[in-house]
């Protein structure tokens, strides 16, 4: 009868801590090693126009009444397109892509 009593009591105490381990781990893994967040970027001050600059020699290409994005795509009187790549305060540099024939587009 002692014996079964001594291992009643080590297979409660076994699953008290089992049960204490368990819902540590559980726990532990979002407090130690949460995933943090890049911050956010600031927002872009909006302005009435925008120019956009070629970004390699640096001629004005047009100036528009909108605001612009990085990653926009702008098409010059040429036909040349061009893709946004930077933005300081009212000024968007652009990098040309390609040329565009619109005569295949008729």
Excluded at 63 to 91: A, F, M, S, W
């Amino acid at each position: 009868m002692n014996f079964n009593r001594r291992y009643l009591l080590i297979m409660i105490v076994i699953v008290l801590l089992s049960i204490s381990v368990f819902s540590v781990l559980h726990i532990l893994p979002l407090n130690l090693f949460s995933v943090q967040q890049k911050p956010a970027p600031e927002p872009q001050k909006l302005y009435d126009y925008y120019t956009i600059v070629d970004e390699a020699d640096g001629h004005s290409l047009m100036y528009v009444p909108l605001v612009v994005n990085v990653g926009d795509e702008v098409l010059t009187e040429e036909n040349q397109r061009y893709k946004i790549v930077k933005i300081e305060q009212n000024k968007a540099f652009a990098r040309f892509v390609e040329n565009v024939n619109l005569e295949k587009y008729k």
